[in-house]
T-cell receptor, first 116, second 111 residues
Framework: GAVVSQHPSWVICKSGTSVKIECRSL??????MFWYRQFPKQSLMLMAT?????????EQGVEKDKFLINHASLTLSTLTVTSAHPEDSSFYIC????????????FGPGTRLTVL | EDQVTQSPEALRLQEGESSSLNCSYT??????LFWYRQDPGKGPEFLFT???AGEEKEKERLKATLTKKESFLHITAPKPEDSATYLC????????????FGRGTSLIVHP
């Protein structure tokens, strides 16, 4: 399967600061990447679809000005949580669709964000 | 109303005690059904894709089956290392191509 990395694996920040999370596709050129958020004992909630060279598509209820997504290359997408607050504390996971099979996704290892 | 429902929410088994996890979906027009395994603090790991009723896939102690309205993940003679959360995701022909995830089944296998 495809290999996806994320950095950092965990981050602790103070309320009001911004945090950047990187998602890299190591062996596929990904024109599309996805960002998910997962709260404890909950399933994955799609936040946005990251499109290389164009604006991200955000799901209903996700603030695009708070969760900035940049997909600058075919192997890198970044998610910036701006002015983070404790309620933004969550597990953030990215994924790619290599295109070898319909809708088969491969996920990164996730980033645990804790906002104090 | 949830489009993808997984049951049970949690399952405890003794090592060697076979069982099944269920994933049911309410929307017609299946594009594909996916099973993932997720360990605590990790991203989901892809297991299987099923496309049509009657299809089956196997991998070690796991076997996934699909009917028109649900899928089962059968675990035969589980081992403690099979302990994880198992997620089901479904892509529908009438909606977004991005799959919708269920809440998962947390499986614990005791030695």
């Amino acid at each position: 399967g495809a290999v996806v990395s994320q950095h950092p694996s965990w981050v602790i920040c103070k309320s009001g600061t911004s945090v950047k999370i990187e998602c890299r596709s190591l062996d596929f050129q990904a024109t599309t990447m996805f960002w998910y958020r997962q709260f404890p004992k909950q399933s994955l909630m799609l936040m946005a679809t990251s499109n290389e060279g164009s604006k991200a598509t955000y799901e209903q209820g996700v603030e695009k000005d708070k969760f900035l997504i940049n997909h600058a290359s075919l192997t890198l997408s970044t998610l910036t949580v701006t002015s983070a607050h404790p309620e933004d504390s969550s597990f953030y996971i990215c994924s790619i669709l290599p295109g070898r099979a319909v809708n088969e996704q491969f996920f990164g290892p996730g980033t645990r964000l804790t906002v104090l | 109303e949830d489009q993808v429902t997984q049951s049970p929410e949690a399952l405890r088994l003794q090592e060697g005690e076979s069982s099944s996890l269920n994933c049911s979906y309410t929307v017609s027009g299946l594009r594909g059904l996916f099973w993932y395994r997720q360990d605590p603090g990790k991203g989901p790991e892809f297991l299987f894709t099923l496309y049509s009723a009657g299809e089956e896939k196997e991998k070690e102690r796991l076997k996934a089956t699909l009917t028109k309205k649900e899928s089962f993940l059968h675990i035969t003679a589980p081992k403690p290392e099979d302990s994880a959360t198992y997620l089901c995701a479904v892509a529908f022909t009438g909606g977004s191509y991005i799959p919708t995830f269920g809440r998962g089944t947390s499986l614990i296998v005791h030695p």
